[in-house]
């Protein structure tokens, strides 16, 4: 029963490391969430520019590794912009990660976003004309609706995705479980044990919100009703 | 969720703790297998020629440039032979995991790595007297007006991930808010070019290398810790470490040792070793 030792006595340094780890996952949460939605009616919007922009981060962040973008961000962009000055050594890589991994998400996001709205049937539009409404009422009352119900699900897989990319945050020096975990590991060599330590608390979060994406799904199922 | 969906759940985590319940207590031993040296050559040698080994990956003390090897060791390695009359065959470059195997295994005859001087190592292969001493050291900015460790109290320290020098650092008072870790050194470094840590304290020669090719930072406040390198011979050739250690000696006492820090370690005369340290008196205890 050694290992249940080390564990116990690991166990309020990696619990301080998991609560960060659910700090930034949340903020990170919102955030892609936010920037989802502004960049998915960005995509659908009618002004080139607009739908040209949306594309572009789109791509961007889907088509490159958020391990490089976080480097990119934190530890790339200070070497030629002041940075660290402006925002505080502190603070800036902190900042710079959770933009970086909201703006990625965000990506994501804003494709679900995009196949919820365009996954609503055209004769819905055309009905809501037909009775009057234009254009911001129909997307306000009669399409926005209904595509929440269809996002909700990929969208809380989204987010046990994002708790699952935060621990990339631990190779660019900012602390969260992993990290934790690393120096707890370095003091007592008990790899092992510290490690399923860790898998078993990311478990449990992460299972729990896709058991929840599971459950919303079953109890929104749109097109079965 | 129903309850039966809440007991499958806590049923899953009671089996994964159950699992590695049972796997704590085995225990797994694995060997280093000895790294790739390159056809042993050896058995047919004449007195006079010697083979050496080298891990290429750690400059200024050995480095590869366009297929040839270079650097403080190697250079040192070649001026010693030289003294002593004996010609060095080839220089076999081996990771460095391999280079004690290898020397164990009669693959090569002498080997340089920076290979700091341990109890434990001792045991398998002999060590020339130290040729240089080594140990943690603080780089910082030049403009910073930080001179010493004192200075660096409540400030921010960026380093490599779980080594000796984080341990340093909290036995001397610094707060893990105020030490930043990295998996990589390279990117400790960054952080300090761009402003975001005040300090590196990693190994000198590693802080060294950087300071070669950056102009705006040094290192201050010497060296903070101690261990000393030394060239490691095959045991079975006492004879040759007896020529190792009197060519050494000779060539610090020319001064040609002296010129190596010059050429490859930008100046710093940290790890200058002026005396005859023997090894056993400066074995870092690993045991």
């Not at chain 1, 595509?147 to 990339?168: C, G, S, Y």
């Not at chain 1, 979060?205 to 058991?211: D, L, N």
């Not at chain 2, 366009?66 to 250079?75: A, H, L, P, Q, S």
């Not at chain 2, 610094?174 to 190994?203: C, H, P, W």
């Amino acid at each position: 029963m050694v290992i249940l030792q080390v564990i116990w006595s690991s166990l309020p340094v990696v619990l301080s490391g998991l609560w960060l780890t659910i700090e930034f996952s949340l903020i990170a949460i919102v955030l892609e969430v936010i920037i989802g939605l502004i960049a998915a009616l960005m995509r659908l919007s009618n002004v080139a520019v607009l739908r040209w922009i949306a594309t572009a981060f789109v791509e961007l962040f889907r088509s490159t590794p958020l391990l490089v973008q976080l480097f990119f961000i934190v530890v790339g962009l200070p070497s030629i912009l002041p940075l660290n000055h402006i925002f505080g050594p502190r603070f800036y890589p902190i900042l710079g990660a959770i933009v970086t991994l909201g703006l990625n998400e965000g990506a994501y996001v804003t494709e679900i976003v995009r196949a919820g709205i365009l996954g609503v049937d055209r004769g819905q539009k055309e009905a809501a004309a037909s009775i009057g409404m234009n254009g911001f009422q129909t997307m306000r009352y009669i399409v926005l609706p209904q595509a929440f119900k269809r996002m909700i699900p990929p969208l809380v897989n989204q987010a046990a995705q994002t708790i699952k990319d935060t621990t990339l945050l631990a190779p660019i020096g900012i602390v969260e479980m992993l990290y934790k975990s690393q120096t707890v590991i370095a003091e007592t060599f008990k790899a092992f044990q510290i490690y399923s330590l860790v898998a078993v608390l990311y478990f449990i979060i992460i299972f729990a919100v896709s058991k929840l994406a599971a459950y919303t799904e079953r109890r929104l199922q749109v097109d079965k009703r | 969720m129903t309850k039966r969906r809440i007991l499958g759940f806590l049923v899953v985590i009671l089996c994964l703790s159950a699992f590695l319940v049972g796997c704590g207590s085995s225990k797994g031993t694995s060997d280093k297998s000895s790294g790739g040296g390159s056809s042993s050559t050896g058995g047919n040698k004449s007195s006079n020629t010697i083979l050496v080994g080298a891990d290429t990956t750690f400059p200024p003390f050995e480095s590869e440039k366009n297929g040839t090897v270079t650097g403080f060791d190697i250079e040192m390695i070649k001026a010693i032979a030289k003294k002593e009359g004996l010609k060095v065959e080839q220089i076999k470059t081996m990771p460095f995991d391999g280079i004690i195997p290898a020397l164990q295994g009669d693959q090569v005859d002498v080997a340089v790595a920076g290979i700091t001087i341990k109890t434990s190592r001792m045991e398998t292969v002999d060590f020339s007297n130290a040729y240089y001493k080594s140990g943690l050291s603080i780089l910082v900015k030049k403009d910073s007006g930080i001179n010493s460790l004192d200075d660096l109290k409540g400030k921010l320290v960026a380093t490599k991930k779980a080594t000796s020098s984080v341990d340093f650092l909290k036995s001397h008072g610094f707060k893990d808010a105020n030490i930043k870790q990295y998996d990589d050194i390279n990117t400790a470094y960054q952080t300090l070019e761009s402003g975001g840590a005040d300090a590196v304290v990693f190994d000198n020669p590693v802080n060294i290398n950087f300071m070669n090719s950056h102009d705006d930072v040094h290192i201050v406040g010497g060296l903070l810790t101690g261990e000393y390198y030394g060239i490691a011979v095959t045991k079975d050739k006492p004879e040759l470490l007896k020529k190792i250690n009197d060519g050494l000696k000779a060539i610090q006492d020319d001064g040609t040792y002296a010129k190596l820090f010059d050429k490859y370690l930008g100046g710093d005369k940290n790890g200058l070793v002026n005396d005859v340290k023997a090894p056993k008196d400066v074995a870092l205890d690993d045991e």
